[in-house]
């Protein structure tokens, strides 16, 4: 069963990295000053009229050159990491005749471009305003095949965000979430009505035939190709 391989492959994965992390971290200690997280506590327990001018990088982490990349690669690959599971439940849930190939890659590639942009206009407002002119001039735009592949794009902006403030934490958790969650409602077909436009594919074999059918009707209503006998 679809759903069930990806609930299992999505366990396993998050239990796997968990459990990299912290043989990393038990085996040389001095990792933990490099880790892209405790962000979220900064953001909490900031002033309540801007948060996010409490946000800053110790200055430890970043001592020289070495230290400054080190700690770049970890954020950007923690990014990486991080995004690679949301990717699994667009691909296995996504309905197949509006599967849109782009925008897996996109998801891989944002997170990277955003952590390392927000890197660079870390407190500083001249760099942010110049960033926003350039992207102004370039006039970026992608049109997507369904307003829900949106929710995708927003999320993988969110985990480079979050990779780049040094709060990797608030993206696991947020991806955590949403695959489960994204999950659970594929096993529901929450809010299916008959005849409505299907944002997730079917799961179960007999809707997964019916799905191939409206595909591709000659080829679904022919045994012998599907069984191969006919070759």
Do not use: C
């Not at 971290?25 to 001095?30: C, F, H, S």
């Not at 206009?121 to 992608?142: K, T, Y």
């Amino acid at each position: 069963m679809i759903v069930r391989r990806l609930f299992v492959r999505l366990t396993l994965f998050y239990a796997l990295v968990t459990g990299l992390v912290f043989g990393a971290v038990t085996l040389n200690p001095a990792l933990v000053d490099f880790l892209p997280i405790g962000g979220a506590q900064t953001l909490l327990s900031g002033p309540v009229s801007d948060p996010l001018s409490s946000v800053r990088i110790d200055a430890t982490r970043v001592a020289n050159l070495g230290s400054s990349i080190l700690w770049l690669f970890i954020a950007v690959s923690g990014a990486l990491l991080t995004t690679i599971p949301v990717t699994w439940t667009y691909i296995a849930s996504r309905a197949r005749k509006e599967y849109d190939q782009a925008l897996v890659e996109t998801m891989i590639v944002l997170p990277i471009a955003v952590t390392s942009i927000v890197v660079m206009v870390h407190n500083s407002l001249a760099l942010a305003f110049s960033l926003a002119g350039i992207v102004g001039g370039v006039r970026f735009r992608n049109t997507l095949k369904s307003s829900g592949d949106a929710i995708y794009i927003l999320l993988a902006i969110a985990i480079g965000l979050a990779a780049g403030i040094g709060a990797l934490e608030i993206a696991l958790v947020m991806t955590v979430m949403f695959n489960y969650a994204f999950t659970t409602l594929w096993v529901a077909d929450y809010g299916a009505l008959i005849g409505g436009h299907r944002y997730m594919r079917a799961h179960d074999a007999e809707s997964v035939a019916a799905e191939d059918h409206e595909k591709d009707p000659a080829k679904a209503s022919d045994p012998h190709e599907q069984s191969g006998e006919g070759r």
